[in-house]
C-alpha cells in the first residue's frame, strides 16, 4: 500500500469513528480537502479529535483505532510529511469508507436480526455459523449476512 492510500484509508477510519461517536463530528467534512494538501498535520488534528472523545470509545470503536494505530504504524517517517497526496487519495477514501460501513459488531447483529444477547452471536460467530472476523475481543460480520435464525428456520 503507497503512502497517498494510506491517507485515504486513514481518513475514511476517522469519519467512521467520528460518526460513531457522535453525528456532529463529521471528520472528513473539516478535513477531507486539507488531508490532500497537508496530510502529516490534518493527521494530528485529526488524532487529536478523536482521543479527545475515546472515553466515548466502547469495543467497535476501539477496534476501528486499532485499524488506524495499525496504518499509521505502517508509515514509514519519510512518507509522514505534508507533500501534497495525489488525487487517487480519494479512490482509497471512498474504497475503506464502502467497507467500513456495510460491517457490524456482534451487538449490532444481535438486534439487527433479533437476539437479546449478543453472546448468541459470539457464539455462532466462533462456530463458524456466522461468517466473522475476530479482531481482538470484537467480531466483525458483513451487515448483509443473512440472518441465522431466518437460515435455519
Not at 479529535?49 to 485499524?67: P, S
Request: net charge neutral; proline share 3%; hydrophobic share 35%.
Amino acid at each position: 500500500m503507497d503512502r497517498t492510500q494510506k491517507f485515504g484509508r486513514l481518513i475514511a477510519i476517522a469519519n467512521v469513528l467520528g460518526n460513531k461517536i457522535g453525528g456532529e463530528n463529521k471528520i472528513s467534512g473539516k478535513h477531507l480537502t486539507d488531508m490532500s494538501r497537508k496530510p502529516a498535520r490534518t493527521l494530528e488534528r485529526i488524532h487529536t479529535e478523536l482521543m479527545e472523545h475515546a472515553h466515548k470509545f466502547g469495543a467497535d470503536e476501539l477496534a476501528l483505532l486499532d485499524m488506524f494505530g495499525e496504518i499509521i504504524a505502517d508509515l514509514d517517517v519519510s512518507e509522514f510529511t505534508n507533500e501534497p497526496l495525489s488525487r487517487s487519495y480519494l479512490q482509497s477514501y471512498y474504497s475503506q469508507q464502502h467497507i467500513l460501513n456495510n460491517i457490524m459488531s456482534a451487538e449490532e447483529a444481535a438486534e439487527m436480526w433479533g437476539y437479546t444477547n449478543p453472546g448468541t452471536v459470539k457464539n455462532m460467530c466462533s462456530e463458524g455459523k456466522v461468517i466473522a472476523i475476530k479482531k481482538g475481543k470484537t467480531w466483525i460480520i458483513d451487515k448483509n449476512h443473512p440472518n441465522p435464525k431466518t437460515k435455519n428456520d
